[in-house]
């Protein structure tokens, strides 16, 4: 079970506009900034969004970032076929005094 | 360029140990922290390790504690992870992540495979 809790799948078509949520708690993201992280197959995740909704240069503005409270969103507009694969939210926890992750979302393009 | 190199890793029994290792190049390491994060298969991704950039601050996540313990080598650009004790639930990749000032974990590096199995 992670700290961090995301909907393990989400679909849409080519076009459509996907969010992918994050809840946490006020250990985590209610006290520090969320990151995600998009990873393909067989590959090390790839940064997408830092500090709830910076972008890293490279990285298309279909990609956008948010957080509210306790919980945290990331939305891909104009879905591509190319953004199939699994997102991660990231926040460190001052309780555990370590990294939480969420469970991971596996995006399918239809 | 800036880049994380790994090596290590492997099949090992259970009760065994191994170490791994993580070589950065393409920036000034010691102005770093850096993170150890687990993957089993087929599952998401699990924080294991971080250390400071001096190496005085380290924290192991509760599965590992007590047993992995993370350390690093300004001099060589290396940062290691030595695994006690090691379990099968532990088998996965790991991946080893440079941290920045506000957090995010990049670059990551390739990954490696551990595999506890008797």
């Known amino acids: ?110 | 360029e800036v880049q994380l190199v790994q090596s290590g890793g492997g099949l090992v029994q259970p009760g065994g140990s191994l170490r791994l290792s993580c070589a950065a190049s393409g920036f000034t390491f010691s102005n770093y922290e850096v993170n150890w994060v687990r993957q089993a298969p087929g599952k998401g991704l699990e924080w294991v390790s971080y250390i400071s950039r001096s190496g005085e601050t380290i924290y192991h996540a509760d599965s590992v504690k007590g047993r992995f313990t993370i350390s690093r080598d300004n001099a060589r650009n290396s940062v290691f992870l030595q695994m006690e004790s090691l379990r099968t639930e532990d088998t996965g990749v790991y991946y080893c992540a440079r941290e920045d000032d506000v957090g995010d974990q990049d670059p990551w590096g390739q990954g490696t495979l551990v595999t506890v199995s008797s």
Request: with cysteine; aromatic share 10%; proline share 7%.
């Open chain 1, 1 to 110: 079970q992670s700290v961090l809790t995301q909907p393990p799948s989400m679909s849409g078509t080519p076009g459509q506009r996907v969010t992918i949520s994050c809840s946490g708690s006020t250990s985590n993201i209610g006290g520090n900034t969320v990151h995600w992280y998009q990873q393909l197959p067989g590959t090390a995740p790839k940064p997408l969004i830092y500090s709830n909704y910076q972008r890293p240069s490279g990285i298309p503005d279909r990609f956008s970032g948010s957080k509210s409270g306790t919980s945290a969103s990331l939305a891909i507009n104009g879905l591509q076929s190319e953004d199939e694969a699994d997102y991660y939210c990231a926040a460190w926890d001052d309780s555990l005094k370590g990294w939480v992750f969420g469970g991971g979302t596996k995006v399918t393009v239809l």
